[in-house]
């Protein structure tokens, strides 16, 4: 392709400026010699070509109403993933990692640019964890970690995360019902605190000087401005731990005047950097608040007032709905906007809308779903939509993802091998993004038939695929109605009956379940999937493991033995890859924490057991001992919750579907000779609704669902339920007996 020398584009020496919609056009002057954008598009440009400007192709101009909570920071193949993990083994630079996150934030920002978006968020992406980031930028360090001011590095940042040699990380917690953690934050009376990292002014001033179409050596500078998202104070203080040595009454809400002067200097900073929109997620609203925590919201946004003069400002809310209470305080906040409801998980959430919003004040409402895979109904979601547009006003109207979309999968188009009928039932990320400025076009007259006639189709299709209805299994699932389904004999029996049968100690031991997982076992199962390796040579592989375990379990004389799950890959996707109504991604991957990501099964039908899942490697673990071997199962709740669930029936039926399965492979365990089973129920406190009140019918079916496994089994069968630490001590507030699910013994 031939060049031609001509006036070019670029970034230095700037002739001049114009503003279209949220798009920055910069034309400038610069030497041929420069180098483009790793990320610039190019297109030849000849003497008699017109103008490159007058070929661009920008969406709607960004002018239509939609907005994004957030975005996925991994990327599409998971390169901060693999980047993070080289830099922390030495293996490469910060530069090197800042190299590859620099150039994720930009293929985000020109993505949802490219796509329409009015609103793009920034500052959401995050080396580890967003509210560790806040934590950084307002200097609130543990002293442990040695930091004695000054900017917050990757040392730091990271021994924060991490921990260090000498020193161990923060607490993480599950950030409230998702899969996704958080670092807890440690504060008392003596934090000290400082605007200690401009990473929300530097990824401002990033975006808004991104480089994103070239052509050839002709550069056309697209600065896109965003909307800078902060963890909001109130839901800081309240997401946050006393340190220890604090009292464990200490009252976190009595640091917000403290942080309030901080989250100023990093207002100031982002208006001073040409800011107009800037977003608080204060994602504590939509939980049980008490009067005096509803009270710091108004103290904190009063305060904040003066400061975000000039300002818009959003405050998002999502995962569930915004109580009565909390509705009222949140739109009767000064200074504020905008305000940013779930109204997939929070559609009660409408009627307080219909009910009254405060007149002249943006809505943005989140109707696409960020937390599942699933392709959005838009005729429905337009629905919603016209419902409440007479009531906020069609130019006051945003339409938005529900949540931030880093809970969903990324980019759909890297799914090459995934059935392609269930392909078109689904939408990542990427997807979600042209769904809502979709229905932005169409509020604002401009809709995209195609696009809206393919969604139907694909919509049709799911309703009425003969894969996703399974009717022996309806009518099963069905029977459980009315019934508690609990073994029929009481615990002392039952107990009473296996010592006869087990003859163990009175404090007989055991282990929870898998072992180490070694290379070169992972190595076998990967060949075997890959076909390199025949079946038999596999289950010699596998077969010589399980008797290492078993000898070593032995030399320790435990009582209770496991066979080390050698065969297993993930506790879920292991028997989501051997039941119906499962499908598996090659890159759906969710960040869970840090660099560590999961790829959750998606559940998109009717769910049964076409064959035994476990009996065969269990029943070869007994053969090779005396000593009682257990049977090991992931519980059908824990499946659920580590799943990307159907969305068109409800949750507790498609887990009655799952136990049924689990129950059918119990049974067979038993007819096998497996007298000892453990079901592990690792995620049941994370299907926990976040409001109260919905708490029981939560623990009613996902106890129900638990005593379908084991119903059917005899006296001298042993059933045991196994929970994470954590689960335990934050069910303390229920009746704990329904951990022993009646199962037992």
């Known amino acids: 392709m031939s060049q031609v020398s001509s006036p070019i584009f670029s970034p230095f020496t700037s002739l001049g400026r114009k503003s279209i919609g949220s798009l920055s056009f910069a034309f400038s002057l610069r030497s041929p010699a420069a180098t483009p954008s790793p990320l610039s598009l190019r297109f030849p440009i000849s003497p008699s070509s017109p103008p490159p400007f007058t070929r661009l192709r920008l969406t709607s101009l960004r002018t239509m109403a939609s907005h994004i909570v957030g975005y996925p920071r991994m990327g599409p193949k998971r390169e901060l993933k693999f980047a993070l993990e080289s830099f922390w083994d030495g293996k490469s630079s910060a530069e090197d990692l800042q190299k590859v996150s620099k150039d994720l934030r930009s293929s985000i920002w020109k993505q949802m640019a490219e796509a329409g978006i009015k609103y793009i968020p920034s500052n959401t992406f995050s080396y580890y964890d967003q509210v560790l980031d806040t934590t950084a930028m307002i200097g609130a360090v543990p002293p442990r970690y040695g930091w004695k001011g000054g ?5 730091v940042y990271f021994s924060m995360a991490r921990g260090n040699a000498s020193v161990p990380a923060m607490e993480m917690t599950k950030w409230f019902d998702t899969n996704y953690h958080y670092i807890v934050p440690e504060l008392g009376p003596d934090v000290k605190f400082s605007y200690a990292s401009h990473k929300a002014v530097d990824e401002y001033k990033e975006a808004k000087a991104l480089t994103d179409l070239s052509f050839n050596l002709s550069m056309l500078q697209l600065g896109v401005d965003t909307v800078p998202v902060l963890v909001g104070p109130v839901s800081y203080l309240l997401l946050s731990k006393p340190a220890k040595g604090v009292d464990k009454n200490f009252s976190l809400l009595s640091l917000l005047d403290k942080i309030i002067p901080v989250y100023k200097q990093v207002v100031s900073d982002l208006k001073s950097a040409g800011a107009t929109w800037i977003q608080f997620d204060e994602p504590k609203l939509v939980m049980d608040l008490e009067a005096h925590e509803l009270k710091a919201f108004t103290l904190a946004y009063s305060e904040l007032e003066t400061s975000l003069f000039g300002l818009n400002v959003l405050i998002e809310t999502y995962f569930a709905d915004v109580p009565a209470e909390a509705y009222s305080v949140l739109t009767s906040l000064k200074g504020i906007t905008g305000f940013g409801f779930d109204l997939v998980r929070g559609a009660k959430t409408i009627d307080l809308i219909k009910g009254g919003f405060p007149s002249g004040k943006y809505l943005f409402a989140g ?17 919603v939509l016209h419902s409440i547009e007479g009531i906020v006003g069609k130019d006051k109207l945003v339409v938005s993802s529900s949540c931030s979309l880093l809970h969903t999968a990324v980019d759909l188009v890297n799914e090459t091998k995934l059935d392609k009928e ?4 689904l939408a990542f990320a990427a997807q979600k993004v042209l769904e809502v400025n979709a229905l932005a076009k169409e509020l604002s007259g401009h809709k995209d038939q195609p696009f809206f006639s393919a969604n139907a189709t694909a919509l049709a299709s799911r309703k009425s695929s003969p894969r996703v209805t ?31 049968k087990l003859n163990l100690p009175s404090l007989p031991t055991t282990t929870i379940g898998s072992f180490p997982q070694t290379m070169d076992l992972r190595r076998v199962r990967r060949e075997y999937k890959a076909k390199k390796i025949s079946e038999d040579d596999y ?30 890959n993930d506790m879920v996707e292991y028997f989501g ?3 119906s109504g499962f499908a598996f991604t090659a890159n759906g991957w969710v960040q869970s924490y840090g660099s560590r990501c999961v790829k959750p099964p998606i559940i998109y039908g009717d769910v049964s057991r076409p064959k035994a899942m476990t009996v065969f490697w269990s029943s070869t673990a007994q053969s090779m001992t005396k000593r009682p071997m257990k049977g090991m199962l992931t519980g059908p709740v824990t499946i659920l919750n580590w799943s990307f669930v159907r969305n068109d029936q409800p949750r507790h039926e498609t887990c009655y579907q799952i136990a049924l399965a689990i129950k059918d492979e119990v049974e067979d365990l038993e007819k096998a000779g497996i007298n000892v089973i453990q079901i592990d129920e690792a995620a049941l406190r994370e299907g926990l609704p976040l409001r109260k009140l919905e708490h029981a019918f939560y623990l009613d079916w996902a106890v129900h669902s638990f005593r379908i496994t084991n119903c059917g089994v005899q006296d001298t069968t042993q059933v045991s339920i196994t929970f994470l630490p954590a689960n335990c001590s934050k069910f303390c507030g229920f009746d704990f007996s329904f951990c022993i699910m009646d199962a037992g013994n």
């Open 470 to 500: 399974n009717q022996s299994v309806q009518i099963a699932a069905a029977a459980l109605k009315g019934s508690d389904r609990r073994r029929p004999t009481t615990v002392s029996a039952r107990l009473a009956a296996q010592q006869k």
């Open 577 to 579: 890859e051997q039941l």
């Open 422 to 425: 269930i392909k078109s039932w």
């Open 367 to 383: 109707v696409v779903d960020g937390r599942n895979i699933w392709a959005n109904d838009l005729a429905a979601s337009l629905e």
């Open 539 to 568: 289950v010699k592989a596998i077969k010589e493991e399980i008797n290492k375990v078993v000898k070593i379990q032995e030399e320790l004389d435990i009582d209770v033995l496991v066979h080390g799950e050698p065969e297993r």
């Open 151 to 155: 900017e917050i590095g990757f040392d």
